[in-house]
């Protein structure tokens, strides 16, 4: 009977200790059972960019798998795809970018974690010159679709023969009639050696600029015996076009053409200039081009004050011919004219002519 009642004393105490258990045990087991089934909040950096994401994920690589991410050799994981995956866990993926570069004329695909163009051109082992041209800058940040262009720059020098042409100087002869001329000098052309300093993109030519011009020949300008004697007039007195009464009627007689000049400058200044002294860049677009927006051509164009000269007008000048005013100058001022010329020898060889008479023709040439 004693041992009776010990067993069943025994046997309650028993189930008042498993019932205590199970009261304990049961929601821990629900609490950790839930924790598993809830998702892990980690930190995913993906080429720079991060957010903060849930997975149930074991692993960083099944983390991974669920993004359709595949990760190469060429790329950056940390950490390994191996490591479990837990809460507050930070995932960095650097992917390797095909980034096509320009260069030496073809175009390279260059593999690179790097961002920055700089970046990209060494892991490309793509060496640059001390001028050579990047573009975008080598400090840019660069992104999917981005592409690179070097340009090689080189600086070189080189030797030009140029011609000098001469001009036809006319003048006046009393000793001879009017209509009638005479050779005095024949001319020459000169030669030069033009020294250039060129700059080159990729082999081609961008600009160059005048360095020197070395004279070898001078040239020999045409000088040229033009007639002023007025022929005895004859008896015709209806006939218009004889000399006589052509100077009766204001008319003049240059370079074998009758006109009416609008107005006569006496006292006037001659100087010259050329392409490269008109105060413009080689290669800018103004470059030879006049205030009139036409080009200027040797034995053509001069610059004038256009207060004394109109632009567009036609002048006569004595000793140099008919010229067309199609410029101006800072320092063209007044009864000053500047002839245009082919190089800037030919304008210091013009040098500064004196007391010259010009004709003022006007729009239209005789």
């Given at each position: 009977?004693e ?5 069943d ?14 009261l ?5 087991i629900g609490?950790?059972s ?15 960019e ?14 991974l798998?669920?993004r359709n ?7 950056s994981?940390?950490?390994?795809p191996?490591?479990k995956?837990?809460s507050g866990?930070?995932?960095?993926l ?5 980034i ?19 970046g990209v051109l060494k892991?490309?082992n793509i ?12 400090n840019?940040?660069?992104?999917k679709g ?5 340009k ?9 023969e140029e ?9 006046n ?21 033009a020294?250039y300093?060129?700059?080159m993109?990729d082999?081609?030519?961008v ?7 070395d004279?070898?020949?001078?040239k ?10 007025v ?6 007195l ?6 006589a ?5 204001g ?19 001659l ?12 290669n ?13 051509k ?14 567009g ?7 140099v ?9 800072g ?5 000053k ?14 040098g ?5 008479t010009v ?7 005789p």
């Open positions: 009977m041992l009776s009642r010990m067993w004393r025994y046997k309650n105490r028993g189930l008042i200790l498993f019932g205590i258990l199970a304990v045990l049961v929601p821990m609490y950790f839930a924790q598993a089934t809830q998702p892990k909040m980690v930190t995913f950096t993906l080429d720079g991060s957010q903060t994401v849930g997975s149930k994920a074991d692993t960083v690589e099944q983390f798998a669920e991410i595949t990760v190469t050799e060429r790329d994981l940390q950490p390994t191996k490591t995956l837990t866990m930070n995932i960095t650097d992917t390797s970018w095909t096509p570069v320009q260069v030496d004329g073809q175009t390279k695909m260059i593999q690179s974690r790097s961002r920055s163009v700089a892991d490309g060496a640059l010159g001390e001028l050579d041209r990047v573009e975008p800058a080598l840019t940040s660069l992104s981005s592409a690179i262009q070097v090689r720059v080189a600086i070189e020098m080189v030797q030009e011609r000098v042409t001469f001009q036809e100087i006319r003048k002869d009393a000793s001879l009639t009017k209509g009638n001329t005479k050779v005095i000098q024949d001319g020459q052309e000169g030669k030069a050696i020294h300093k060129l700059v993109e082999g081609k030519e600009s160059r600029e005048l360095v020197k011009r004279v070898l020949t001078v020999k300008d045409k000088v040229v015996a033009v007639g002023t004697a022929p005895e007039a004859p008896n015709r209806d006939d218009e076009s004889q000399p009464l052509v100077a009766s009627a008319m003049v007689s240059r370079g074998g053409k009758v006109f009416r000049p609008k107005k006569v400058l006496n006292g006037v200044t100087t010259a200039y050329s392409p490269a002294g008109g105060g413009k860049p080689v800018s677009p103004g470059y030879g081009r006049t205030a009139t927006g036409v080009m200027a040797p034995g053509h164009t001069i610059a004038v004050d256009p207060k004394v000269i109109p632009l007008w036609w002048v006569y000048i004595d000793g011919g008919y010229r067309r005013a199609e410029d101006v100058g320092a063209v001022r007044g009864n004219i500047d002839v245009f010329v082919n190089t800037n020898s030919e304008a210091v060889q013009f500064r002519k004196r007391n010259r004709y003022i023709i006007g729009p239209h040439k």
